[in-house]
């Protein structure tokens, strides 16, 4: 089966009549606009937008995934550093917590050994308890608060009551009432005191 092919000569020929058609009438409007006063718009030549090749965009896709992993590992440091600060506080409150718990067994020793009568044979034993306990919270870093003669600290001592006493000026801490304990940031209890007035 053969396909039909067009003359060519009338192919050419009816291409140059659209031609001339188009011609014409991009040359009447011209002088229709050129009429009407209006400058005919500069033809804008739409230059196509290069596309990138693959190895650039490679290159700039590894720079934002790399940015990523970074902020990613600074916000995960960030954690890591807040979440440790926060188990120590939390350490922290507990062994004060700890501590608080005991100081009452040390004041009730304390007091045993001051009236237990000489001779007692638990006395001993009293004192060891006492020196184990005590040697317990030196090592955690807390100290005895013994303000007698000092000038009264609200922030470190809690007056119970007043007295006048002669010779001694006012706020100075008379009598000590119970020992105060301080660990290495805080007053863990403050001590009791007996304040002039």
């Known amino acids: 089966m053969e396909r039909h092919r067009p003359d060519e000569a009338a192919v050419r020929d009816a291409l140059k009549e659209e031609t001339a058609e188009v011609e014409e009438a991009s040359a009447e409007d011209a002088v229709t606009d050129e009429d ?10 739409a230059e196509p937008v290069p596309e990138e090749d693959e190895l650039a965009v490679a290159q700039r896709e590894r720079a934002e995934y790399l940015d990523l992993a970074k902020r990613t590992q600074a916000d995960f440091e960030n954690y890591r550093k807040r979440a440790a600060k926060d188990m120590a506080a939390a350490g922290a409150r507990a062994r004060v917590g700890l501590i608080r718990e005991l100081l009452p067994t040390v004041d009730n020793l304390e007091r045993a050994l001051a009236t237990a009568p000489e001779g007692d044979p638990l006395l001993d034993g009293v004192k060891l308890v006492l020196m184990d306990l005590q040697g317990l919270l030196a090592r955690a870093g807390v100290e005895t608060i013994e303000p007698q003669g000092e000038t009264f600290d609200p922030n470190v001592h809690e007056a119970l009551t007043t ?29 009791r005191v007996v304040v002039a007035a």
């Open 36 to 45: 009407a006063g209006e400058q005919p718009e500069p033809a804008t030549d």
């Open 163 to 191: 007295r006048q006493e002669e010779g001694v000026e006012a706020g100075v801490v008379l009598d000590v009432v119970e020992k105060g304990y301080r660990g290495s940031d805080q007053v863990i209890r403050p001590a």
